[in-house]
């Protein structure tokens, strides 16, 4: 069975900083892996989503990476803003089960001014 | 709009009652998921539509849940006989069919049973 975690639980920095955002699975049998933005009291957003064939993808200030075989996905958020304070989360999507995706429980994210 | 669009935003009610559960999926879009996010937790998957095909219900909890899709649009979730463990935020997401397209999500309802 597929298990998503996401490391660390929560995370608080200042502005500017960048974030580093980890997600690990345990079956690498993937198609694809997708980063997501909460908000509170809100549903998803799609950030990014990297098919099991590349190795990244980049979309303004993020940059996501994935490393199938290790399990391994990492979202990175440069020069980090007040804006970015939310719940990410990532998901990835099994090979056996065309619709059944897999979600880590989160990442909370506070980014103070 | 264009956007995914779940009805009601809150639904409070007693245990032992049935609660209706909608999702308007963006037009087009002919995947149709389901999940369910309790406090605290990540987001559990509970059916997944493709078309015509027979849905995936292998994450539905217990026989209590249930849901259809009419004309290959609008599904409906169905809890019967609620319980106080079934309060939780219920998404819906759509997407493009087969493809390696993600999932967009309705803003969720907030279900709480007294």
């Known amino acids: 069975k597929q298990e998503v975690t996401q490391i660390p639980a929560a995370l608080s920095v200042p502005e500017g900083e960048n974030l580093v955002l980890n997600c690990s699975f345990t079956?690498?049998?993937?198609?694809?892996l997708q980063w997501f933005r909460q908000d509170p009291g809100k549903g998803l957003t799609s950030l990014l989503l990297i098919q099991s064939s590349q190795r990244e993808q980049t979309s303004g200030r993020l940059n996501a990476s994935l490393d199938k075989s290790s399990g391994r996905s990492t979202l990175y958020i440069a020069a980090s803003q007040p804006g970015d304070s939310a719940t990410y989360l990532c998901a990835v999507r099994q090979g056996d089960s065309w619709g059944k995706f897999q979600f880590g429980a989160g990442t909370q994210v506070v980014v103070t001014p | 709009g264009a956007g995914v669009s779940q009805s009601p935003s809150n639904k409070v009610t007693e245990k032992g009652k049935d609660v209706e559960l909608r999702c308007d999926p963006i037009?087009?879009?002919?995947?149709l998921y389901w999940y369910r996010q309790s406090l605290g937790q990540g987001l559990e998957f509970l059916i997944y539509f493709q078309g015509n095909s027979a849905p995936d219900k292998s994450g539905l909890p217990s026989d209590r849940f249930s849901a259809e899709r009419t004309g290959g649009s609008v599904s409906t979730l169905t809890i019967q006989r609620t319980q106080q463990e079934d309060s939780a935020v219920y998404l819906c997401a759509s997407s493009p069919g087969r493809s390696n397209q993600p999932q967009h999500f309705g803003d969720g309802t907030r279900l709480s049973i007294l």
């Open positions: 037009s087009g879009h002919t995947a």
């Open positions: 079956d690498s049998a993937i198609y694809n």
